[in-house]
């Protein structure tokens, strides 16, 4: 009787174990605000929210995952701007398919709050990364880009591809594919 009991309350100890586990995972999805950006992107972009991986077709999201595992599809930080300040490029979606409405931002840390800068505006459901600095030439061979720092990717599966880049004055952008 005595090694019964012991072997519940063992059991019960390794399910309560696991429980608190699973409890403590990180959310599959990753598609959090820094602390402040939040509040900004509300009164800036009203009835906006991120692009999460449930808003990817399947064929799509599987694209994304296999490359960026389960990071999220509308957020990544990017040191954009060479200074190191905290900067994220984010990708805002507005409404239903097939009338959905996206636009591309860029949000830099700053004194006293949120600098931020919208680089494209578009139809449909983007998804956005980083890549690292370094030259990056059109789709028709005609444009070059040489990044000193980490670019921006605005990617729709399927159809097109663009990298933003910041040149010290202004941000330039390539099609990578159309």
Not at 57 to 69: F, P
Not at 100 to 122: C, D, P
């Amino acid at each position: 009787m005595c090694l019964q009991s012991i072997k519940t309350c063992a059991a019960s100890l390794f399910l309560v174990a696991c429980i608190q586990v699973v409890g403590a995972a990180p959310r599959p999805e990753r598609c959090e605000y820094p602390p402040g950006l939040r509040d900004e992107i509300s009164k800036k972009y009203p009835g906006t929210r991120l692009v999460s991986l449930v808003d990817l077709e399947e064929y799509n999201r599987k694209l994304y995952q296999k490359d960026h595992g389960t990071r999220c599809p509308g957020l990544v930080r990017v040191n954009f701007y060479g200074d190191g300040k905290p900067t994220y490029a984010l990708v805002l979606i507005a409404g239903e398919n097939p009338k959905r409405k996206a636009e591309l931002i860029v949000a830099r840390q700053v004194a006293g709050g949120w600098e931020i800068r919208s680089l494209e505006t578009s139809d449909g459901t983007p998804v956005v990364w980083r890549e690292g600095p370094g030259k990056y030439d059109d789709i028709y061979g005609e444009k070059k880009i040489r990044a000193k720092n980490s670019v921006i990717v605005l990617c729709w599966y399927g159809s097109s591809a663009i990298v933003y880049a910041w040149t010290g004055k202004e941000v330039e952008k390539v099609w990578l594919s159309d």
